[in-house]
Each structure stands twice: as C-alpha cells, then as structure tokens.
C-alpha cells in the first residue's frame, strides 16, 4: 500500500561548510558554477557561505544570489549584529533567501570559547534571530554542538529563537559525536519538550567523524526532521558532513521506512559529485558509495554473471539512475559548439576567453588523442579555469632530462604584476626541477605535502593528472594540472595550488581577525 510521502528539504552547504575541507579552496567562479549545478540538482537551500568572514565570501554569496535561480540562497551569520547585517546584505538580491544564524550553546562552547553563561547565550540568540527576522522571514537558527548541549538548556534556547522568528530550527551535531540511537531520541524528546517545533523545519546537520553523518541524518528522518544539511561528496570540516547522494538516495529508495521524499533530480547526482571533486581538489575515493568509480564495478565472476543475467541480482540501483555510465567521446572534428554543450552538460558554462582557451586545448589533445572523454575535458577545463584571481600563469616549460644528466628545468611564468619572467634552476629529478625554478620565481614559502600522478583514460595517449598539496604558513591548498605530458601536468598543478594559496591567504583575513566562533 502507497503512503503519502512528505517533502525532505535539502539544504545543501558544499560551499560554506564544504569549502572549510582541509586544502580546498574556491574562487567566486568556482562557487557560481558549483551553485548552477546544484539548482540543476534541485536542492531546496544552498548555502552559499558566510558573507561576513571575508569580502571574497561576501561576492561569492552576493554573485549567487544574484544569478541562481530555483533553490533558496542561505548565507550563515555568527549572533553579531555585524555578521547578520552582512548577510543579509550580501542576499539581497536574491527573491529567496535565508539567514542562517548560530551560537555554540555546549558547557565546553560557552566556557573554553565564547566565555559566556547560558544566560548569555540564551538572550544573544534570541536578539540576533529577531534582528535576522526583521531582514527576512526566512530564519534558520543552528545551537552549534546540540549533541553535546544539556537538553533542557537547548530547549529553551531553541523556544526562545522559535519565539523570536526562526522559521527552521537546525541541530548541529557538529563534532560528529552522536549515534542514531542517542539522536533519535533526543529529537524525539525536542518534539515532547517543545511543541512550537511542529510548527517550524526541524533540520539536522551531522558531521561524520565516526562515520555516522547519514546513519544519524536518517535517524532524525524517522524522528520527524523534515530538513537534512548535507555536501556533496561528504566533503566538509574534518572527516566532513551527511554526503547528499546517500541521503537521496537512501531516502529514494526507502520510502517505506522514512516516508519522505526530495525534490531531486537524481540524474544529476553523479556529475554534481564529478564538478565539486574537480574543483576543490578533494577526489572521490574509488569505492565511495553511489558515486565512487567502484560504485557500479562488479569484479567476481558470479557478480558478473548474474549482473549479465540481470543487474538487479546485484545492483539495487543503476548506474543511469544517478546520471552515471554515460560518457560522450568528442574528436578532432568536434567543434566549438560541440566543446561548449558537452562541458555545458558537465556543468561548466564556458564562454568567451575561457572557452576560446578551453577549445585550443581540446583541439591540441585531439590531436594527440584520438578520443576525448568526459574525464579528459573536466580535467582540461578546471586546470585551465585556475582561479579567478590568477596572479600566476605558466608561460613555458623546458626540461632537460635522461639516464647520464642532471635534471635542468627552464621556466616562463607570469607573475602577480603582470611581468613575465623566466629562471632555470637543477634538481634530483625534472619534478623537482620544474618546483624549484617555479619557486625562485614566486618566492612564497612552501611545503610540498602530496604530490600524486593518474592516468586519467586509459592507453599511452592518456591525459595524466597531477594533484598537489601544499602548505605554507599553516594554510593548506590544493592544485590540479592536466595534460598528455606529465612535467607540464605536474608544473600546471603547482601553479594553481599557488594561485589558491594567495586567494586563501586574501580570504581568511577577517576570520582570524575576528577570533571566536568559527564555525565546524
Ligand atoms: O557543524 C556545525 O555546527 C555548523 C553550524 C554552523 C551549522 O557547521
Ligand atoms: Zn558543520
């Protein structure tokens, strides 16, 4: 018998709390696409990010509200008055918008961090939520580490922001220390406690440092939450958030037991996964489920024999339900158009410049190569998209290298004045060559973390990808390059973890400035 399904908002936060992943780092442009993807996704909220912590965010938030349309753009704002102007100022633009605001409310929160008693608090909440109201009716309000709040404090705290205009009550267990059972009953006994609840969104927000995120997003799914925050991925601070293809696709597939449903275009989970891992640099680990490269691979000969007989003998879902499987192959007749429609349909918008850049290098890989997949083009277009805020640019590459020399590499690079300069330098291999000219030129100090080299295709012709992380004054990116030769691949890949290096630098400056209440 079919049951009445109710709507599961999802809010998702890729970009706020997503981008707070170790080593990521997105440039406004980055975060426009990423949005555009993510309305094509259909999520309900995106939180764009959090306009006071820097004027980069700011834009970013202010450019998404001002082009994305369908989803509801959230912004998030510490309780200072500041911050909640900020946001609400960076959202204007947008028809549909939300100010998310939080407080820690935990003993350990109040007492090692804001100093504050649960009085405080209580009161700061309360006046922030009200001043958030008289900006826009859409208010959500998140007690940061709920998990770890004394249950009668959080009720009234969350009573009181109800009280005073939140219309979405989130409960954020952000250190990730709950389980589904703890979870579950403690949104049970909110519901009990306060019955103003049923009249608001209860939403959940998990981080998954016990690797619990979705298990406890579908517990509060069964206790009545009715909105999950998630990332893509399940990228996010630390070990990350509830990941957004396994709740949808949980929940699709269950509506039995969590009787919801979302308003999601499934096809669209695989490439939504494919566009943030190129972008932030965090790859997907190959048995990631739904979305992983092992997700649909079956390797035993029983697995395959019955999959051949019938895929349901062991797949509970198909690889096109989530937009995965299909890989159009452009040539060297492509043309332009045919470039723009495919990374169109990727989810990169391409035009002018870029797209003039973009085709130059599908056309030199054609001609290498004779097929051009999917993975080939996102790995030309994000190497060559950079950041916004490109100060430097690899202009050419020399090396010199073989069994009876020492590696010598020549580099051309345009610097942050405009300049081009150029420096040689030796090294222990043409890697580490190629680094050490890059770095006479640069001079930013850094410590080359990781340094990983795949083969994107398949066969000789394959397009090699170099992913990098670097560090440098305790700030963490990292960089992509790809291209058929490795040096050039690995010397891109340097390059762009540079650039991000600097547009971390510019952005983290009002964060740190400001101290407390950075959010996890
Ligand atoms: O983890 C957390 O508590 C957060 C809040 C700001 C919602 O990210
Ligand atoms: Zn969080």
Wanted: hydrophobic share 40%; charged share 25%.
């Amino acid at each position: 018998m079919s049951r009445e399904l109710e709507h599961l908002y999802i809010l998702d936060t890729t970009l706020r709390d997503g981008e707070q992943s170790p080593g990521v780092a997105l440039s406004a442009g980055d975060k426009l696409t990423i949005a555009h993807q993510l309305a094509r996704l259909r999520v309900d909220v995106i939180e764009a990010g959090f306009p006071y912590s820097s004027p980069g965010d700011f834009a970013a938030v202010r450019a998404i509200a001002e082009q994305v349309e369908g989803p509801t753009i959230a912004g998030l704002a510490r309780c200072f008055e500041e911050d909640v102007r900020a946001c609400a100022d960076a959202l204007s633009p947008a028809s549909n918008a939300r100010i998310h605001v939080f407080i820690g409310t935990s003993p350990i929160h109040r007492d090692a961090q804001l100093h504050m008693t649960q009085r405080e608090v209580h009161d700061r909440a309360v006046a922030m939520t009200r001043l958030a109201a008289s900006f826009r009716e859409d208010v959500e309000f998140s007690p940061m580490d709920a998990s770890r709040t004394e249950p009668e404090f959080l009720a009234e705290v969350v009573t009181g922001c109800i009280e005073a205009g939140a219309t979405t009550i989130n409960l954020p267990d952000t250190v990730g220390y709950a389980t589904p059972d703890e979870w579950r009953t403690l949104i049970g006994w909110m519901y009990d406690r306060v019955p103003a609840l049923r009249k608001v969104v209860l939403s959940v927000h998990c981080h998954n440092d016990l690797g619990l995120a979705t298990a406890n997003s579908l517990a509060s799914i069964r206790a009545g939450a009715r909105q999950v925050e998630t990332c893509v991925n399940g990228i996010g601070e630390r070990a990350g958030n509830a990941a957004l293809e396994e709740v949808a696709m949980t929940t699709q597939l269950h509506p039995e037991v969590y009787g919801v449903q979302t308003g999601l275009d499934h096809t669209h989970l695989y490439r939504t996964s494919r566009l943030v891992s190129q972008l932030t640099g965090m790859l997907v680990q190959p048995n990631k489920s739904v979305v992983g490269a092992n997700a649909f691979a079956h390797h035993s000969g029983i697995h395959q024999d019955g999959v051949l007989k019938d895929r349901r003998t062991f797949e509970i879902m198909e690889p096109g339900h989530v937009g995965a499987g299909s890989s159009l192959v452009l040539g060297k007749l492509s043309g332009r158009h045919a470039l723009r429609e495919r990374l169109g349909e990727l989810g990169y918008r391409v035009d002018g410049e870029e797209l003039n850049r973009a085709f130059v290098r599908f056309k030199e890989l054609a001609d290498r190569k004779r097929e051009v997949t999917d993975r080939d083009l996102e790995a030309i277009v994000t190497d060559e998209r950079g950041t916004d805020a490109e100060a430097f640019r690899l202009e050419h590459l020399q090396v010199s290298c073989g069994t009876q020399m020492r590696p010598t590499a020549t580099v051309r690079m345009m610097l942050p004045d405009g300049s081009s300069r150029e420096a040689a330098a030796l090294g222990d291999g043409p890697v580490d060559a190629t680094y050490r000219a890059i770095d006479s030129l640069v001079q930013l100090d850094g410590t080359l973390e990781e340094f990983a080299i795949q083969a994107i295709s398949g066969g000789m012709d394959a397009v090699g990808e170099v992913s990098v992380r670097l560090r440098s004054d305790g700030t963490l990116v990292s960089g992509h390059g790809a291209d058929t030769d490795i040096l050039v691949a690995a010397a891109r890949a340097y390059v762009q973890a540079l650039n991000r290096m600097m547009l971390k630098r510019n952005s983290v400056e009002r964060t740190v400035a400001s101290g407390a209440g950075v959010p996890a």
